[in-house]
């Protein structure tokens, strides 16, 4: 059977040189699976990668492989090991090219953007530009704690300050708890991820943060609760027109990834700074 890939091992290993380049505009599936590569490749003594591979959102026939055509074509290209041409698989990529790294430069790493803080600061450091104490608040009832959770760990892993108030009780421990959530709800938070269920839509503490991350939303008129839905249970101060990821169709991993982009969407992913 052959690929409808396009792509063949071998040719487009040369590195960028002083010599012309064309004018490619990189897609944001282009720079989806740039970044993808150089998280890859980035670990010493990881030289090669199989096709085909999972970019997360993106399948690999309809979307990833016209990505790596139009980077393989490119004058000079944006990855090396592979040209354009019909072949079985499994295609061999041997890393991306000094334009690739440039372009991951320019564009910055996911891993590590978010809201005030330019795309080479890690996550932990980032922290938005007004002062914001988390990058993003959780806020769920009792009995979604076992997703939430595992969202929190995640999230944890590339460096996102999140407050979780399971993971807070020592800080939380002897002050007022109604005013401490207010606040962290309404002023020390980039964003709150709120995920609704039926459960939460009737709880006295979920009431309270629904509260005041809504009254925030309203003050500001922006993408600040980023509502995830267990269940279709009308909610209360919330716009129903708002948009929302269902939890059924994302692991806690995956949602976490998700996060992490919509964070870079809202703060702006910039160059890495000089260092």
């Known amino acids: 059977m052959r690929s409808s890939s396009g792509l ?26 740039l970044r993808f590569l150089s998280e890859h490749f980035s670990p010493p003594g990881v030289h090669h990668l199989n096709t085909p591979f999972t970019v997360e959102g993106l399948p690999f026939e309809e979307q990833v492989a016209p990505a790596l055509r139009r980077l393989a074509s490119a004058t000079p290209p944006y990855i090396s090991g ?25 564009v910055g790493d996911a891993r590590y953007a978010a809201p005030g803080g330019p795309a080479g600061l890690p996550l932990a450091q980032a922290i938005a530009s007004k002062g914001s104490t988390f990058q993003v608040a959780l806020s769920c009832a009792s009995e979604q704690r076992w997703y939430v959770l595992r969202v929190a760990s995640a999230l944890a892993a590339v460096g996102i300050v999140y407050f979780y108030d399971e993971e807070q009780r020592v800080a939380l421990w002897g002050k007022n708890q109604v005013e401490e959530l207010q606040r962290i709800y309404s002023d020390a938070s980039s964003a709150v991820v709120m995920f609704i269920s039926s459960e939460y839509a009737e709880k006295s503490w979920p009431i309270h943060e629904r509260r005041a991350s809504i009254s925030r939303a309203i003050r500001e008129r922006r993408e600040y609760v980023l509502p995830v839905r267990f269940d279709d249970t009308p909610l209360p101060g919330l716009d129903p027109d708002v948009s929302y990821l269902k939890a059924e169709d994302f692991t806690p991993e995956q949602l976490a990834g998700a996060i992490a982009n919509k964070l870079v969407v809202l703060g702006g992913a910039v160059p890495r700074m000089p260092t």
């Open 8 to 33: 063949q091992p071998g040719a487009a290993n040369k590195r960028c040189s002083g010599g012309p380049r064309d004018n490619v505009w990189v897609n944001d599936d282009m720079r989806k699976v």
């Open 82 to 106: 592979v040209e354009v041409d019909q072949l079985d698989y499994p295609v061999v990529i041997t890393g991306l090219t000094e334009r690739g790294w440039e372009e991951i430069e320019r």
